[in-house]
């Protein structure tokens, strides 16, 4: 049995705090995540609302804790996960999304990413188990070089099977 | 700006990579059940090649209560493929690896029937 969880690791040359703003701002989420934003500001402790660039939603939950990163802390952004940008996927119940940004250095900057709680949610697992690296990688290339990856085509990032 | 151990390094050698396959298989094992997959290696062996990958970052190891587990993490490996295949031309490279496969597949069907015919 596989552990019900995805775990990824990237290190990019910013501060923990651009790299902060970029996770939590929709000015920089819709520049390498899909062109997805947040409705209104992630808020701990409230619900929130991903949409595409015409509006429909993407994912929905609640963010659980939201903890800026400071001198000698990580921090850390935790949201549950509920798909909402496919219909067999909206039928599965909410898994859980951990950020964290730690300092490792000058200018330099590790980001954990675990998606778990997915035990009831199969293809959700096996929706975002790509997605998420290219999203680290693409966020990494914006973060470095002021311009994410590049895109394939209009019709992959709206289609249902476009992966998170 | 990549931290860490040379990924190539790293991947040079079968054993890292058949760990990297188990984990593959199945993510987040922990150290006794990645080494009884390696008899004809100590445990302290085992854990030496998991150190070298995880310097690379090609392994994550998480902490769940009082068990270590190990998670591949693909995220370096797509780095390099991004260094030398632009996201257009790893479109057209899956498609030429699809066609070339259906080909293949398709070749085989036809001499099974020229076979039986």
């Not at chain 1, 964290?100 to 959700?124: A, C, D, F, M, Y």
Request: overall charge negative; cysteine-free; hydrophobic content about 40%.
């Amino acid at each position: 049995m596989s552990l019900p969880a995805h775990v990824y690791q990237i290190y990019i040359a910013a501060t923990p705090q651009q790299v902060w703003v970029a996770i939590t701002e929709s000015e920089w989420t819709r520049r390498y995540f899909h062109i997805v934003a947040f409705v209104e500001p992630p808020q701990q402790g409230k619900p929130y609302l991903t949409v595409g660039v015409d509006g429909r939603p993407a994912v929905d939950g609640i963010t659980e804790e939201m903890l800026p990163p400071e001198e000698g802390r990580p921090g850390r952004f935790v949201q549950t996960w509920h798909t909402r940008y496919d219909a067999e996927l909206a039928r599965e119940p909410a898994s859980r999304v951990e950020w964290t940004v730690e300092n490792v250095g000058k200018g330099l900057t590790r980001v954990r990413l675990i998606h778990g709680n997915l035990e009831q949610s199969p293809l959700t697992w096996e929706n975002v188990k790509d997605g998420w690296v290219w999203i680290l990688n693409s966020m990494k290339t914006l973060l470095e070089t002021g311009q994410p990856l590049q895109r394939v085509s209009e019709d992959e990032i709206l289609s249902p099977a476009d992966r998170y | 700006m990549e931290k860490g151990g040379d990924i190539f390094r790293a991947l040079a050698d079968p054993t890292r990579r058949a760990l990297l396959d188990s984990l593959f298989s199945r993510d987040g094992q922990m150290l006794n059940e990645l080494s009884e997959k390696f008899p004809d290696m100590t445990r302290f062996g085992v854990m030496k090649h998991l150190a070298v990958l995880a310097e690379a970052n090609l392994v994550i190891t998480a902490r769940h209560g009082r068990t270590k587990r190990h998670y591949l993490n693909p995220v370096p490996i797509e780095q390099v493929a991004n260094r030398w295949i632009s996201k257009y031309a790893a479109r057209f490279t899956s498609a030429l690896v699809a066609l070339d496969e259906q080909v293949g597949a398709d070749h085989e069907t036809e001499t099974r029937r020229a076979e039986s015919a």
